[in-house]
């Protein structure tokens, strides 16, 4: 598997740099679908094993029942005997952990098409002229002043509906 990820890094959307960013979008893309693949080999090699576990253990335990604690052989007891064995344990854990990389490596492919998506709105936004500023200097000032009167009203309205 690949170390040198870096999910949160390249998630990262630099809004100043777009152009930059849409030239790595695709290496990014093709290195996380590489590394979740990867992983997908993993779990199959992880469940590969621990089925070749199990089937090594029922023949063990259908040999030599008596080495495993059981009295009697049925498909119950055999199936209890492997599943509290510890070399199954291990492999059953190997499995678990080869499948949790997998799923993150798949929530990271999707989250890299979704800077893909996040990217191609801002381009969007940007020839739309969203973020260029005001021809007019705003007065935040008088702004603000507004914006408390109308707080100040809407505090009156709630209070009046109150005493009702």
């Not at 777009?18 to 997908?40: G, I, N």
């Not at 070749?52 to 209890?80: F, H, M, W």
């Not at 009167?149 to 505090?155: E, Q, R, V, W, Y």
Request: charged share 35%; with cysteine; hydrophobic share 35%.
């Amino acid at each position: 598997m690949q170390s040198d990820l870096d999910y949160l890094g390249d998630v990262y959307i630099d809004e100043s740099a777009l152009d930059t960013e849409w030239l790595m979008q695709p290496t990014l893309m093709v290195r996380y679908c590489s590394h979740s693949a990867a992983c997908k080999q993993e779990v199959d090699a992880a469940k590969e094993q621990l089925e070749i576990c199990k089937a090594k253990l029922d023949r063990q335990i259908r040999t030599n029942p008596e080495e495993y604690g059981l009295k009697k052989i049925t498909e119950g007891a055999v199936s209890s005997a492997i599943v509290e064995n510890a070399e199954h344990q291990e492999c059953q854990q190997e499995y678990i952990e080869a499948k949790y990389e997998y799923e993150m490596a798949v929530a990271a492919v999707r989250a890299i098409d979704q800077k893909k998506t996040a990217l191609e709105n801002l381009v969007r936004l940007h020839s739309a002229s969203y973020f260029a500023g005001p021809s007019v200097p705003r007065d935040l000032s008088k702004e603000w002043e507004a914006k408390e009167k109308s707080k100040k009203a809407d505090n009156k309205v709630k209070i009046s509906r109150r005493k009702k």
